[in-house]
């Protein structure tokens, strides 16, 4: 698992000649109206919720703040939005599942940031 600073560096997100780079956020949604991300919501290419009604309806706030760091640390990332949840808190159960649906992915994805 790699930190965010060294994702950058290792790949040169933010810096160098564009290379686009496909992010996933599974968190709370996005707020796309949210200052952080209304100006830069061309990067969003997809958004979808697991859980029912709107990706776009962030009650917590937590995935648009992180969509918000993204967007702003970087240029060249393109972001997809899964909302999986309401809260700023998994349980257990939500881990595993939600880890499980990852790993099934094609082509293969690595979890670069695992939820605590």
Known sequence: ??????????????TGPVKRIKVAILDTGIDMKHPDVHLKRQRIIEHKSFIGGEATWDKSGHGTHIAGIML?????????????????????????????????????????????
């Open 1 to 14: 698992m790699y930190t965010f600073k060294e994702l950058r560096l290792k790949h040169k997100i933010g």
């Open 72 to 116: 702003d640390l970087t240029n060249n990332v393109d972001l997809y939005i899964a909302k999986f949840t309401d809260s700023r808190r998994y349980g257990d159960g939500e881990k595993v599942a939600v880890r499980e649906r990852i790993v099934k992915v094609s082509p293969p994805v690595r979890i670069i940031r695992d939820l605590h």
